[in-house]
């Protein structure tokens, strides 16, 4: 198993940035994938970006594509999302997960909150 740890959500403007960490734990060599999701309230949760340990190749849902970016640090074993331009419908619960290929995440962080106010 997996263990993922997030940090740096909190409350910022929105057009301001944010950078979200996720240190891993335990298991890791069975993880080839990374990714972010977030969930909003009454909504459900949604794939936001991952990116493979191994090729750094990357992947964005559309609606964040030129505003985040996800990055690796493999010494470290973090991975890391920075949010720049960010809108009031960016505000979500956001989740670090881990897995063996992209949308198959196994692994789950306890999520932090990041609220962007308008």
């Known amino acids: 198993q997996v263990q993922l740890v997030e940090s740096g959500g909190g409350l910022v403007q929105a057009g301001g940035s944010l950078r979200l960490s996720c240190e891993a734990s335990g298991r890791t060599f069975s993880s080839s994938v990374m990714g972010w999701f977030r969930q909003a309230p009454g909504k459900e949760r949604e794939f936001v970006a991952a990116i493979s340990w191994s090729s750094g190749t990357t992947y964005y849902r559309d609606s964040v594509k030129g505003r985040f970016t996800i990055s690796r640090d493999n010494a470290k074993n973090t991975v890391y999302l920075q949010m720049n331009s960010l809108k009031p419908e960016d505000t979500a619960v956001y989740y670090c997960?881990?897995?063996?290929?992209?949308?198959?995440?196994?692994?789950w962080g306890q999520g932090t909150q990041v609220t962007v106010s308008s």
């Open positions: 997960a881990a897995g063996p290929r992209v949308l198959d995440f196994g692994s």
